[in-house]
């Protein structure tokens, strides 16, 4: 093929990727329309027009076009003469393809149907704690699962292919070790923290926290930090999220109580944490499916990192602390430094992973990744389910919940098939360590610049390293490129026995 | 062709249509968000993807698939056979297909490109009140006018093409005498109502009025006048607008003055008329292009007869002058209804149209219909237009603009090339006053519900009368059906006549 005809065909394939590419922003945009603005009677005609929108998505990812483009600049010469973003294009489209194509039509017609009653089903034996009622339809989802990794086909475990969703690359082989490290030094952790006699007063957290003050102040601290107001924007919303239509424009929400200011504050910092990655992606990335975080799991490390490791940390409480007394001066009126840190750092066994502090959070997602794991190995079956779970939560948080609706029936993720996503949290908080690690390493005066509220250094490596590629580099190659290893579970537990062992006088 | 199959075309041409109608409501979406939350530094990346489904919306109407439709549902016996609603549904098709088509894509996109450019010199022209940098533009743009009517087509007057874009079935000679009308009786009246003795003093009007307070009242009103919070919501822009996503999601904008309520106030029962409408068109029409106002006239005869025959109207404030008192007590104190009644109608030649009160708006429409008109018919050219602004505006309102950015200069329609639209601002009031004189008729209590703040009734007349239909009845067929004749400009003139008479004791 001529070299000019080759152009041609690249810049057809790179205009076919971008008109996709902008039906994934326009539904961005409508969802995130529906979620924090849209009028009550308006949902069912929003709901239809993703409907058909999505529709359009899926068909042009999946066309006869998009098959001929593929082949065609998948040939091997072909593809070693494209520049590396367009290589880059192929292969993610290529695996979209495969994913979609590989199920037949009816298949997953059939499941979209099914997670949609399922999800209704799910509201309401959450509200009724009745697991009976939900447990055939989970017990179908289970077996669509199954059935479409069959479809998509495995190597050395099944649940490998669901993993690969959220967290391209990654394996129970790797995992496993990293998880059983997190879960039995986190126990240990906890065991220590239980027994520790060094308990004091928290009870300033809970009292009413103007939610004005609190979204002035949340918006303050989060500016402060680093996102760009100019390119986004912050709403309320349900459910709190982070949204990207363009890295100009990347939109967080946030939801109030108004009995706790930690709710809003670090929810909008955790969300701030997507934000600046995706705030901070090349340009040269936007129109095609590159430009968007590697993983869940890189993306939750930046989430993470920011909200716990940045955020409730007490260089970041020295230089906002005189702030945060004078956006809530009655409330935390004499209350020390020491006090507030620990406060916002206090590790206490509860029933829901939502409202976890940071130790505990991790083994909630333990249970989740055992319970998944064995589903999809078919080693216990959906009617096993309360008693595991309640199991497990006495094993690892020494709690048993009251009911399955604050147990089994918590999460919305397995009502929609979302079977490998959980583990990405805890990667988060994985990644998040091993890449602290380095980074202060090399910026020396890593917590002189926090207790100085300095974060634009911080912020400007995290994007030379990490923000600018977006999908250019796998998550692993990321890792490997700034830490030299794989994920690797040490940093984090060894992060957090220092920063317990000192709150906890262990 | 056998009813089974005939039945299959026309299921696959109506979700075909549906298609085509998500597209518009996507782009609406996307244009309501860009107008009233987008961060600044999202707005080019909003721009392309508008650009981008604009794009897949056209070729959707006026693809051959189409062509193929509108072939096989137009011949007779077909077409006889189908339903109302999808009678309605081939001819609006028709007429996008037809007006897209005829034109040749090279000029049209010659013509975007020219619209774009000459948005950007008449902000810059209005902004230096340098109207010679605009003239060539704005040359240009009349030529392109020119040129789309000779594909187009026209029968007696060139402008009556540009005329039916806005309002069907609309024609220079039925617009010509009632505006000759409307013309005549109103400068007649502006001179009596100057030289009338009878002025009081409206300084009230313009103090500081607390922004959020103005707000409050504001929602107050038009909730209590019918507009459906739960099927819409309102939001801030620099241009106050109206749009409809479905009749259960239709959404409202205003702008506040710091000093005068009545922007607010008045622009908010304003685009609430067009709302009311819009929510109360049949569900049965959503999904088609016939979910929609019939005319650009009709709705603005909705928006107007809301905003100034019900909202500024002595018995609207019968009622909600308790209401309005108590939301600015100190700017209102010792301020009679009578006098408030007098302020908010107070007659007052001005130069800008978008400031100008019920009587004198009129006459500024007509200067731009005349102008149009003898521009499309070439016996004026574009290097007149200030000195025809100024002379117009001296014999119609007695006053001179000091600069051409606050004359010639003050709209931007003409930059995008929309001719033919500035008649249906005053098509709006004539309409109004010839509906609402039936309703008066019909409904003998007219005035005393609205003294009694009961709205209702009105609305459902209306609703039955005007809104259900959508686009399944032409203005003149709709205006036919509620009063016996078509456009009649005497029911304006009078209704003019009385009321202004009575406030200035003419």
């Not at 690892?396 to 490998?420: K, M, R």
Request: hydrophobic share 40%; proline share 4%; net charge negative.
């Amino acid at each position: 093929m001529s070299t000019a005809s080759q152009d041609k065909r690249v810049a057809a394939f790179r205009e076919y990727v971008k008109k996709m590419v902008s039906y994934g922003q326009a539904l961005a945009i409508l969802n995130w329309d529906l979620r924090t603005k849209a009028p009550r009677k308006g949902v069912e005609a929003r709901s239809e027009l993703l409907g058909v929108l999505s529709g359009e998505h899926f068909k042009l990812s999946t066309s006869d076009q998009m098959a001929e483009y593929l082949q065609a600049l998948q040939e091997p010469d072909t593809f070693a003469a494209l520049d590396p973003i367009t290589q880059k294009t192929v292969l993610e489209c290529k695996k979209e393809y495969e994913r979609s194509k590989k199920i037949p039509p009816d298949r997953f017609q059939a499941f979209v149907v099914l997670a949609a009653q399922a999800g209704s089903v799910w509201e309401e034996a959450k509200a009724h704690n009745d697991f009976a009622s939900y447990r055939p339809y989970l017990e179908k989802i289970v077996q669509f699962q199954l059935e479409f990794i069959e479809y998509w086909g495995y190597k050395d475990n099944k649940y490998d292919t669901l993993l690969d969703m959220y967290e391209p690359g990654m394996t129970v082989a790797q995992l496993d070790p990293m998880f059983a490290t997190i879960r039995d030094k986190s126990v240990n952790l906890l065991d220590r923290i239980m027994a520790s006699p060094h308990k004091r007063d928290t009870s300033f957290l809970t009292q009413n926290y103007d939610v004005a003050a609190q979204e002035a102040f949340s918006r303050y601290v989060i500016e402060r930090v680093g996102y760009d107001f100019k390119a986004g924007r912050m709403d309320v919303s349900v459910h709190p999220f982070c949204t990207t239509f363009a890295p100009t424009d990347v939109r967080i929400t946030t939801r109030f109580n108004p009995n706790d200011f930690q709710t809003a504050l670090f929810g909008c910092i955790h969300e701030t944490g997507h934000a600046i990655y995706e705030q901070n992606i090349s340009m040269d990335l936007f129109g095609t499916p590159l430009c968007d975080g590697t993983s869940m799991g890189i993306h939750e490390s930046q989430s993470r990192f920011w909200e716990n490791m940045v955020g409730r940390s007490l260089p970041f409480w020295n230089h906002f602390y005189t702030d945060v007394v004078k956006a809530f001066p009655t409330q935390l009126e004499g209350i020390s430094i020491d006090q507030f840190y620990y406060g916002i750092n206090e590790v206490t066994p509860s029933l829901i992973r939502i409202e976890a502090d940071e130790l505990t959070y991790n083994l909630h997602i333990m249970i989740r990744y055992e319970i998944e794991k064995a589903l999809i190995d078919q080693k216990i079956e959906v009617g096993d389910l309360p008693r595991i779970w309640n199991e497990k939560m006495k094993e690892y948080l020494g709690i048993v919940p009251d009911t399955d609706a604050n147990g089994v029936l918590q999460d919305v993720h397995w009502s929609d098939g979302s079977f490998g996503y959980f583990p990405t949290y805890s990667l988060g908080n994985v990644y998040a360590a091993q890449i602290a690690n380095v980074l202060k390493k090399e910026l020396s005066d890593y917590e002189a610049l926090i207790s100085a509220g300095e974060f634009t250094p911080i912020r400007e490596w995290l994007k030379a390293r990490i923000y600018q590629y977006g999908k250019m580099k796998s998550p692993n190659e990321l890792l490997h490129d700034i830490t030299g290893e794989l994920g690797n579970a040490s940093y984090l537990v060894d992060y957090l026995e220092k920063k317990f062992s000192a709150i906890y006088h262990l």
